[in-house]
């Protein structure tokens, strides 16, 4: 944990975090290795100031993956306490692009469920395993007082991911 981190826990802050479960067509998820720490993990990363959770999340993916996304909800909310992070992490879609190294992923490809069960961080598993469970995902408005200004419908899946 690096200074600012630690004066953000201290003070009691949380930084928000943004993660994609993507799944393809043929059932695979998305995931990458990344360089440091040296660990397989889904995509994300930080959200910007003003940027949507869901924008977040499918900036992120394209920077580390190089795969676009669409995302189509939220699967789950995760908070880390000692570290100072509120994480969603949201279903997505590929649509464009295709999986390719980045400044902080030194591998990306797509993976069998299984493979990816046992490949990814201890982390990130239950992230995964909550998603491909998940019989729906849960709305998401983003709104400047009354007014909504981008949202996510509560949605239910098309198909059996698990």
Known sequence: MNSSQREHVAAGWYRLGATCVVLDDQGRVLIQLRRSPVRWELPGGLVDPGEALYEAAARETEEETGVTVQVSGLAGVY????????????????????????????????????TARTLLSPLYRPRLEDALRASGTAPLRVHEGQDIIGALPATVPSRDRV
Do not use: C, M, T
């Open 79 to 114: 908070q880390h306490p000692s570290h100072g992070i509120l994480a969603a992490v949201f279903v997505a879609a590929p649509v464009g692009g295709a999986p390719r190294p980045s400044a902080e992923a030194s591998e990306v490809r797509w993976a069998g469920i299984d």
